[in-house]
RNA sequence: GGGGUUGUGGUCUAGUUUGGUAGGAUACCAGCCUCGGGCGCUGGGGACCGUCGGUUCAAAUCCGGCCAACCCCA
């Protein structure tokens, strides 16, 4: 197998993680790089994961009553600078747009790295009064932050592709719902259909969104023990709304400042389903995210083609009547077995092999992705053994990737030994803190770790801080982070 | 932010030390074939050697700038 070098998978997960990441991303069809530092080039598979994430999330904000809208890209940095800590947090990461053909612009113009800045100066004009609220708005579009240094497909990139809800309510608590709301939606898509298992809570305050009162998070491990930022849902409080004079005629005749959320998830997502599920043959998709969920795959001998095709056919025609999404690669110019490594890269969850034998003897080999166990089924049985399988499938892809979570949560309570953890294997360190900035900042100084964040769960505390010893009512979670 | 590696048909690469205009594999196209794990055979097409400049009679090769990708550390 050793000889089949540059065509799959050359290296092994365990063994150089970053460089199989950057094989899988891309062999399995993915994407391509852009000419650009730092873009990056989404191919149709892996678009369409994408779509499917939006597909399934689009659901949820539209029952709950959210729409869709489109902001366009350039925002005039008098309005950018408006909330003073969000442009400082932002600022170094813009795109300026300073031209227009060979006129230079008198106001420089920032390309898009989030758009409360914009919104809310439109919202502002929208709102009136309490009739007018809640507005709830959601944005599918993409986001541009200069990555000068290290970029990583998915994961760190100039321009991303996601999508940023904003709301606006009449009172605080309504924000806090809508928060925590939107915060169980990507839990549900994470863990359900991307089978990603994800912890809830919030961020400290150092790592919370520039300019929030405070950001609702989702955090995952990936395999290499750093920690991926999956989803964050941020209650903006009315730091946003006095600034940009969002009021309201309140039910009691008053003006009030109107109380808003933003939220969002970005691609990202696909990196951690390629990160925690792929393994040395390629990527492995859940079913309820992959693009293709069943490929039939033809085996014939020259004579028999044309039968066996046409079978695969009737196959393909009797299962697309329910609800899969299934393929069937008839290319002639491949043999069998090249088919069968080409949709293992790209992770396809489940194989129908169809052959004469299988033909004569009313029979089909089903083959998983995930374990690459072969099964062979009766013909008439197909539709259900499929949906069997491909639940299986979905769930163990979550059980397996649970354990391994659940494996490298580790309690620390002392520092040499939390450093010590966080060099050789990384991983989610629960630890005590007793939230003085100080000790957070000093903390990722010596290790490089920082409070990725304080869970909703509740672990027992030992009342001291990890770093400095002192009283601690919290337990919270330090990792690295991409 | 600091350091390192790399760039040659679509892909992987030889050639660079010691300058003389590029070779292979794979992929592609045509035709055969016994297509159940990246088959085999015959023939064919495809390269501004990342880019810009410098040195030279002559540059993939030497020198410099730039662009891009990857890795490690903060």
Redesign the pocket.
């Given at each position: 197998?050793s000889e089949?070098?540059?065509?799959?998978?050359t290296t092994r997960k365990e063994d150089?993680?970053?460089?199989w990441?950057?094989q899988v991303v891309t062999?399995a069809g993915l994407i391509d790089?852009?000419?650009?530092?730092?873009?990056?080039v989404l191919k149709p598979y892996g678009y369409r994961i994408w779509e499917i994430i939006k597909e399934s999330l689009d659901k949820k904000l539209k029952e709950s009553g959210h729409q869709n809208g489109f902001l366009p890209i350039l925002i005039p940095e008098s309005l950018l600078s408006k909330e003073k800590d969000h442009f400082k947090g932002f600022t170094?990461e813009v795109f300026w747009v300073t031209k227009a053909g060979d006129t230079i612009l008198p106001d420089k113009l920032a390309v898009r790295p989030t758009s409360e800045t914009l919104a809310y100066q439109i919202f502002s004009k929208w709102i009136m009064s309490y009739r007018d609220l809640p507005l709830k708005i959601n944005f599918w579009n993409s986001a541009l932050r200069a990555e000068?240094?290290?970029?990583?497909?998915f994961i760190r990139n100039s321009e991303f592709l996601w999508q940023e809800g904003h709301t606006v309510h009449e009172n605080q608590q309504e924000a806090e719902e809508e928060v925590l709301l939107i915060l169980n939606y990507y839990h549900s898509i994470i863990e359900n259909f991307l089978a990603i298992p994800t912890l809830k809570g919030i961020k400290s305050e150092r790592e919370k969104f520039v300019g929030a009162l405070y950001t609702n998070t989702l955090e995952s491990l990936m395999p290499?023990g750093k920690a991926l930022q999956m989803a964050t849902s941020h209650n903006l409080g009315q730091n946003f709304s006095k600034p940009f004079e969002i009021r309201f005629l309140g039910r009691d005749s008053k003006q009030y400042f109107a109380w808003q959320t933003s939220w969002g998830i970005s691609w990202r997502l696909i990196g951690a389903l390629i990160m925690i599920h792929g393994d040395n043959?390629?990527l492995i998709l859940p079913p309820k995210i992959a693009p293709i969920q069943v490929v039939i795959v033809p085996?014939?001998?020259?004579?028999?083609?044309a039968i066996v095709i046409e079978e695969s056919k009737k196959l393909f025609a009797e299962l697309n009547s329910f609800d899969l999404r299934i393929t069937v690669d008839d290319r002639?110019?491949?043999?069998?077995?090249?088919?069968?490594?080409?949709w293992?890269?790209k992770g396809v969850p489940l194989?129908i092999?169809?052959?004469?034998?299988?033909?004569n003897n009313n029979n089909?080999?089903i083959?998983r992705r995930d374990t690459?166990e072969?099964m062979s089924i009766k013909r008439k049985d197909c539709i259900n053994s499929l949906h069997v399988y491909l639940d299986q499938i979905q769930k163990s892809l979550f059980e397996k990737a649970k354990i391994i979570q659940n494996n490298n949560i580790v309690k620390i309570t002392n520092y040499d030994e939390m450093k010590k953890l966080l060099?050789e294997k990384g991983g989610f360190i629960l630890a005590d803190w007793c939230e003085k900035e100080e000790c957070e900042n000093n903390i990722?100084?010596?290790?490089?770790a920082d409070i990725r964040l304080i869970p909703f769960e509740k672990y027992p505390s030992d009342n001291k801080c990890i770093y400095c010893n002192e009283n601690s009512k919290k337990t919270v979670i330090f990792a690295?982070a991409y």
């Open positions: 197998m089949l070098k540059d065509i799959g998978i150089d993680f970053s460089e990441y950057t062999k790089y852009s000419p650009v530092k730092g873009f990056i170094p000068i240094k290290s970029t990583k497909p290499d043959k390629g085996i014939f001998k020259k004579k028999d083609r002639e110019e491949y043999t069998a077995g090249w088919k069968f490594n080409d293992e890269i194989r092999n169809i052959g004469l034998r299988d033909i089909l080999e083959v690459g072969k060099n990722k100084i010596e290790t490089g690295k």
